[in-house]
């Protein structure tokens, strides 16, 4: 099975960017459909963005469109996240999934592995 570790979380000021880093251990990350999801206090862990194995396909929660890019480096084994444009309510826990299901998923149900998640903070 594969371990997922995330970084590059932090605070940061309301328009301002952060790159979320997801490391892959144990198995190739080119075996897994990766997606990244968010909890923020109180509320349900919902899909940010996904990408396919190859990351030929990606899809993108409203609420961020046009504002992130996931992508993957399968011979580094890792996932990325860039967030631009941050508003407040892009503050939660940012956690990386891993499916061995084929396609773009946007369900939690859907990813076996998960990631202890990293804190983001965005300030105005």
């Known amino acids: 099975q594969v371990q997922l570790v995330e970084s590059g979380g932090g605070l940061v000021q309301v328009g301002g960017s952060l790159r979320l880093s997801c490391a892959a251990s144990?198995?190739?990350?080119?075996?897994?459909?990766m997606g990244w999801f968010r909890q923020a206090p109180g509320k349900e862990r919902d899909c940010v963005a996904t990408?396919?194995?190859?990351?030929?396909?990606?899809y993108y929660a409203d609420s961020v469109k046009d504002r992130f890019t996931i992508s993957r480096d399968n011979a580094q084994n890792t996932v990325y996240l860039e967030m631009n444009s941050l508003k407040p309510e892009d503050t939660a826990v940012y956690y990386c999934?891993?499916?061995?299901?084929?396609?773009?998923?946007?369900?939690?149900?859907?990813?076996?592995?998960w990631g202890q998640g990293t804190q983001v903070t965005v300030s105005s």
């Open positions: 999934a891993a499916t061995q299901r084929p396609g773009l998923l946007a369900n939690r149900a859907s990813y076996n592995y």
């Open positions: 144990g198995r190739t990350l080119s075996s897994y459909g």
């Open positions: 990408i396919t194995r190859s990351g030929a396909s990606t």
